[in-house]
T-cell receptor, first 117, second 114 residues
Framework: GAVVSQHPSWVICKSGTSVKIECRSL??????MFWYRQFPKQSLMLMAT?????????EQGVEKDKFLINHASLTLSTLTVTSAHPEDSSFYIC?????????????FGPGTRLTVL | QKEVEQDPGPLSVPEGAIVSLNCTYS??????FMWYRQYSRKGPELLMY????GNKEDGRFTAQVDKSSKYISLFIRDSQPSDSATYLC??????????????FGSGTQLTVLP
């Protein structure tokens, strides 16, 4: 149980284009989803937290107009990198949390590798 | 000072060795502690989830929490080459309401040599 998928697993795009990454919780309802960015040999950096049906909360330094997050349902969140540039190339990982109780746990997707040419 | 400190390694051990991975933290509000395993170019996989001080065992893995010292450990017994990965400690504050954010250590890269 507690499986999270991401699509696509990798994407290469030209500078200036927009890329959409999907995160789905396959066998549970995720009230909260998190989006992370990870550079090589570094730990995960939280970008934003999204709760179903409400606006995402972005971490300091993350441009909300560049990284658009939509959490339209309890099983799907999307991250759109708008007008992507080479510096946006990174490994993007989502996680989904089952509930807001004491024992809520984050389950991670397999990640999406974005390369912007 | 980072809230969570973790030795990045790299750490190399022979197959069958006991591996000890550690994290220290400074925020006494952290109540829940996790260990994730991340293979190269993959998302983190939850290994252990603990709350209380003490030990929790799951197969070859033992998680240890010492809240008084703000110190957590993950022990891997009879290590296998398939255990080669980056191990991330993570922790979060307590309370109900919206799901709490995780604070991660920097990760320790482990290689188990056959």
């Amino acid at each position: 149980g507690a499986v999270v998928s991401q699509h696509p697993s990798w994407v290469i795009c030209k500078s200036g284009t927009s890329v959409k990454i999907e995160c789905r919780s396959l066998d549970f309802q995720a009230t909260t989803m998190f989006w992370y960015r990870q550079f090589p040999k570094q730990s995960l950096m939280l970008m934003a937290t999204s709760n179903e049906g409400s606006k995402a909360t972005y971490e300091q330094g993350v441009e909300k107009d560049k990284f658009l997050i939509n959490h339209a349902s309890l099983t799907l969140s999307t991250l759109t990198v708008t007008s992507a540039h080479p510096e946006d190339s990174s490994f993007y990982i989502c996680s989904a949390s089952t509930s807001g109780g004491y024992t809520d746990t984050q389950y991670f997707g397999p990640g999406t590798r974005l390369t912007v040419l | 000072q980072k809230e969570v400190e973790q030795d990045p390694g790299p750490l190399s051990v022979p197959e069958g060795a006991i591996v000890s991975l550690n994290c220290t933290y400074s925020n006494s509000a952290f109540q829940y502690f996790m260990w994730y395993r991340q293979y190269s170019r993959k998302g983190p996989e939850l290994l252990m989830y603990t709350y209380s001080s003490g030990n929790k065992e799951d197969g070859r893995f033992t998680a240890q929490v010492d809240k008084s010292s703000k110190y957590i450990s993950l022990f891997i017994r009879d290590s296998q080459p398939s255990d080669s990965a980056t191990y991330l400690c993570a922790m979060k504050v307590g309370g109900t309401g919206s799901a709490r954010q995780l604070t991660f250590g920097s990760g320790t890269q482990l290689t188990v040599l056959p």
